[in-house]
């Protein structure tokens, strides 16, 4: 697509359900990152695809958080038992490979946990 | 570890006038990239403008300048002529040329009033 899109836009879920947040990067680009925004803070990175493989998840908070990537493509932040903590915005950005040119973000996902 | 320190959580502005944000970086790193990203009520983060620590002159990109000194590891970011449309939340991110996970500042709010 013409530009990296996220869904749901926004989603508010009880404590301790499951949430999958979806994100569809831009054709072609080959690197996909998660990153984490809570109110007052900037971005916390979270996790980092390159292709289908991820190299690098130590930003993930804790076991309750996974994510994958299939095809190259799409991917899916799931967080299991959600807590009140986890309220967010989660944004997804996708780049060519390691792009030193910065990367092309999502309008993000608000998950709110009441 | 990598830091990014914005310094002035809020900042305003009057319409026509030049604004100056701040930002300062830690790394050990000889080569590296920073940016200034734009993120307006719609959430998604806006590349301003990019400049990569090999090159001496300031990057410049319309009415949005960059003051880079090396030496001081800072990096702030001009922007003349202030619109309305610049109300948004600014942040700074560095990425090393070894690395692949930008490192984000905790923002600076902007507000440009009439």
């Known amino acids: 697509g013409a530009g990296v899109s996220q869904s749901p836009s926004n989603k508010v879920t009880e404590k301790g359900k499951d949430v999958e947040l979806r994100c569809d990067p831009i054709?072609?680009?080959?690197?996909l990152y998660w990153y984490r925004q809570s109110l007052g803070q900037g971005l916390e990175f979270l996790i980092y695809?390159?292709?289908?493989?991820?190299?690098?998840k130590s930003g993930l908070p804790s076991d309750r958080f996974s994510a994958e990537r299939t095809g190259g493509s799409v991917s899916t932040l799931t967080i299991q038992r959600t807590q009140q903590e986890d309220s967010a915005v989660y944004l997804c950005?996708?780049?060519?490979?390691?792009?030193?040119?910065?990367?092309?973000f999502g309008s993000g996902t608000r998950l709110t946990v009441v | 570890a990598q830091t990014v320190t914005q310094s002035q959580p809020e900042m305003s502005v009057q319409e026509a006038e030049t604004v100056t944000l701040s930002c300062t970086y830690d790394?050990?790193?000889?080569?590296?990239?920073l940016f200034w990203y734009k993120q307006p009520p719609s959430r998604q983060m806006i590349l301003v403008i990019r400049?990569?620590?090999?090159?001496?002159q300031n990057a410049t990109e319309n009415r949005f300048s960059v003051n880079f000194q090396k030496a001081a590891k800072s990096f702030s970011l001009k922007i003349s002529d202030s619109q309305l449309g610049d109300t948004a939340m600014y942040f700074c991110?560095?990425?090393?040329?070894?690395?692949?996970?930008?490192?984000f500042g905790k923002g600076t709010s902007l507000l440009v009033t009439p």
């Open positions: 054709s072609g680009h080959t690197a």
């Open positions: 790394t050990s790193e000889s080569n590296y990239y």
């Open positions: 991110a560095f990425i090393p040329n070894s690395g692949y996970a930008l490192n």
């Open positions: 695809f390159q292709g289908n493989s991820a190299p690098d």
């Open positions: 400049q990569e620590a090999y090159k001496q």
């Open positions: 950005a996708s780049s060519f490979t390691e792009d030193s040119d910065g990367y092309t």
